[in-house]
């Protein structure tokens, strides 16, 4: 199987702030993934598929970048509705594994 | 809208069944591909399982395979989760979710999710 990984685990960040988490997979995975992010109590939310298209209805301040094994989600000026956890999945070969998260709190 | 319902969580004992439903509208669910995805509490996201529309493909995770069954019926706007041979680390919130098309897994539709508890 595909492992994903995520850094940081966790990130303290203010309002404004350029945030930037990365995943790497256990092998290449062309440009097969995709980034969640899910706040508590609710279901996970597609904010970017094949890597770096965003999906319909996510803010422009988000952004993707990577192929291979080393993905990027940026987002440019942290707002309140940003804090939450953010999962990369990868859907190049079957089990469609998720990275462990990267949680981003308030600083 | 498309809309995604859980159901069929609850508390079952180890070693038991259930049998979760996702009721589907909004779209025309024969032509999209299905996936379960599950969330131990406090825990990240597990992929679980996916169907492709026409049902004719199925996929699970090695941590399932042989005792869960995905299922699709096409007719009724519904899909389907069977599990088996319920084990403790099974318990989670189990949501299904919308894929981009009927061979495609890009998950853009999620339900709101059902708790399964197993436990004695």
């Known amino acids: 199987d595909i492992q994903l990984t995520q850094s940081p685990s966790f990130l303290s960040a203010s309002v404004g702030d350029r945030v930037t988490i990365t995943c790497r997979a256990s092998q290449g995975i062309s440009s097969y993934l995709a980034w969640f992010q899910q706040t508590p109590g609710k279901a996970p939310k597609l904010l970017m598929y094949?890597?770096?298209t965003l999906q319909s209805g996510v803010p422009s301040r988000f952004s993707g970048s990577g192929s291979g094994t080393e993905f990027t989600l940026t987002i440019s000026s942290l707002q309140p509705e940003d804090f939450a956890t953010y999962y990369c999945q990868q859907l190049k070969n079957y089990p469609f594994t998720f990275g462990p998260g990267t949680k981003v709190d308030i600083k | 809208e498309v809309q995604l319902l859980e159901s069929g969580g609850g508390l079952v004992q180890p070693g038991g069944s259930l049998r979760l439903s996702c009721a589907a509208s909004?779209?025309?669910?024969?032509?999209?591909?299905m996936i379960w995805v599950r969330q131990a509490p406090g825990k990240g996201l597990e992929w679980v399982s996916a169907i492709r529309g026409g049902g004719d493909n199925t996929y699970y995770a090695d941590s399932v395979k042989g005792r869960f069954t995905i299922s699709r019926d096409n007719s009724r706007n519904t899909l389907y989760l069977q599990m088996s041979s319920l084990r403790a680390d099974d318990s989670a919130v189990y949501y299904c979710a919308k894929g981009f098309g009927s061979g495609n897994y890009y998950s853009d539709y999620w339900g709101q999710g059902t708790l399964v508890t197993v436990s004695s």
């Open positions: 909004g779209f025309s669910f024969s032509n999209y591909a």
């Open positions: 094949a890597a770096s």
